[in-house]
């Protein structure tokens, strides 16, 4: 039988899922709007499940998941607000949260404009307590 302080977590961690977005980086898109470069560890699949051959933005929109063969970093949705330049301070390695490899669910793509141009491909995505990871970074 696991703890009551297990279940709590494994409970706080699945409501966190469902009520705040989580978004994996899939690569970025040139000035011009297309792939520049695509991420080889994330695979982009239409509803079916199939592969989606995607050259530019207009296509993103028929991505319903994705698979992972690298863990991914999981991050907060920008969704399509400009990234703000951070500092260039190396910061120390910690352990971060991320989606073990395998398919996942898209709930959703956002473009989030670089400051040097062109935008970030930012897939929203629907992840279970059991496909999420720490890895350090």
Known sequence: M???????????LAATAQTHASCITAGRLDTAGRWAPQFKTVRLLDEAGKPLMTT????????????????????????????????????????????KPGK????GVGFPQLQIGGELVELKVQVTPEQTVMVTR
């Open 2 to 12: 696991k703890s009551p302080l297990y279940l709590m977590v494994v409970l706080s």
């Open 56 to 99: 530019g933005k207009p296509e993103m929109q028929r991505v319903r998941a994705a698979e992972l063969s690298e863990p991914a970093l999981l991050s907060a949705c920008e969704g399509d607000k400009p990234f703000l330049r951070g500092d260039d301070a190396a910061s120390p390695k910690a352990s971060v949260p991320a989606v």
């Open 104 to 107: 996942v669910m898209v709930v």
